[in-house]
């Protein structure tokens, strides 16, 4: 069981920046991918950025140059630098775990909103 808390959202301008942070915790790591989804109202949950054990990243084409994931592997947190941020980047922000067994875990989401 994995359990993942993010935290770091909230209100900010157009134009501005801020960054997310997700901890995973519980037993028995060996976590494969990482990463951040979103999803707006009245629109389906879409990949933001995942990042794999390996460091290898990938991310939505719309954020592709405005965000940066990493991970602190020591800490099992990831992070999301949001950056040049835009009223469509306004969403909840989910945190998710996955293992290479194929089990999935998310965080309960934190509220992003972009607006002056």
């Known amino acids: 069981q994995v359990q993942l808390v993010e935290s770091g959202g909230g209100l900010v301008q157009p134009g501005g920046s801020l960054r997310l942070s997700c901890v995973a915790s519980?037993?028995?790591?060996?976590?494969?991918?990482m990463g951040w989804y979103r999803q707006a109202p009245g629109k389906q949950r879409e990949l933001v950025a995942t990042i794999t054990s390996g460091g290898s990243t990938n991310y939505l084409d719309s954020v592709k140059d405005r965000f940066a994931i990493s991970r602190a592997y020591a800490k099992n947190t990831i992070y999301l630098q949001m950056s040049s941020v835009k009223p469509e980047d306004t969403a909840v922000y989910y945190c998710?775990?996955?293992?290479?067994?194929?089990?999935?875990?998310w965080g309960q989401g934190t509220q992003v909103t972009v607006s002056s």
């Open positions: 998710k775990a996955a293992f290479l067994a194929g089990e999935q875990y």
């Open positions: 519980g037993s028995g790591f060996n976590i494969y991918l």
